[in-house]
């Protein structure tokens, strides 16, 4: 393993850590945590099913992208 | 090889955490995905809106010639394209996520029917989507770059 690839796995880690050790932590805080379910704020959407951004088609159609 | 690791890690943690109640662990498994996918969507939202604000800008001429928004409109949409496999993998994982969400649900339900095997099953299915899921969204933000170090032909200079 090169020192190039070495730094890379090393700042992934770093970038995931910085990311779920948050919610990692106070999901694991909880006792008896609450389910978060499909009707809950704390869901995650949907997939978008158009290619095309709404705001960018909106942008361009206004001239200004 | 990550990804099975990963989820044997998860696995044992959950059996470590105690499968006499595996309500609790699969609970937490399921609000940390739920946080991982959102966190997921707005990262893919956000890089796909500026990768295709950059393939509309990199068409020349006049904004206001419908000849030249409807290239800006192609060259966006192309770049759109590349990112159609993440979106259907986090389908994908988000429906692994509903999957255990819907079995913690019946287990809360139907305490005498609570299965661990089943909710660690569904809870590393998760994981092992989430990898996935991963995998896909740099692979799709990846292309995007290379994309922009060559621009495609999708982007012509459009004359009125």
């Not at chain 1, 008896?32 to 949907?46: C, F, Q, S, V």
């Not at chain 2, 498994?29 to 509309?56: E, F, I, K, M, P």
């Not at chain 2, 994908?92 to 079995?103: D, E, H, I, N, S």
């Not at chain 2, 092992?128 to 292309?143: P, T």
């Amino acid at each position: 393993m090169t020192v190039k690839s070495t730094l890379a796995l090393f700042g992934t880690f770093v970038g995931i850590a910085q990311e779920a050790v948050p919610a990692l932590v106070d999901a694991f805080a909880q006792k008896n945590p609450k389910l978060i379910t499909e009707d809950d704020p704390g869901a995650p959407p949907e997939a978008p099913t158009d290619d095309l951004d709404p705001s960018v088609r909106d942008t361009i159609l206004a001239g200004k992208a | 090889m990550f990804k099975n690791r990963f989820g044997w890690l998860l696995a044992m943690l959950l059996l470590l955490s105690g499968c006499a109640n595996a309500i609790g662990p699969a609970t937490r498994t399921a609000n940390v995905g739920a946080a991982a996918l959102t966190t997921a969507h707005s990262q893919l939202t956000q890089s796909r809106q500026r990768a295709q604000l950059a393939a509309a800008a990199s068409v020349l001429g006049d904004r206001a010639d419908p000849a030249v928004q409807a290239a800006q409109l192609a060259a966006a949409a192309e770049v759109g394209v590349r990112y159609r496999p993440a979106w259907t993998a986090y389908s994908a994982t988000r429906f692994a996520w509903l999957r255990l969400v819907g079995a913690i649900q019946l287990a809360q339900a139907n305490p005498e029917l609570i299965d661990p095997v089943s909710l660690i099953g569904f809870a590393t299915a998760l994981v092992a989507a989430q990898a996935d899921l991963s995998a896909y969204a740099a692979d799709a933000m990846r292309q995007v770059l290379d994309w922009h170090d060559t621009p495609p032909p999708a982007a012509p200079e459009v004359k009125p």
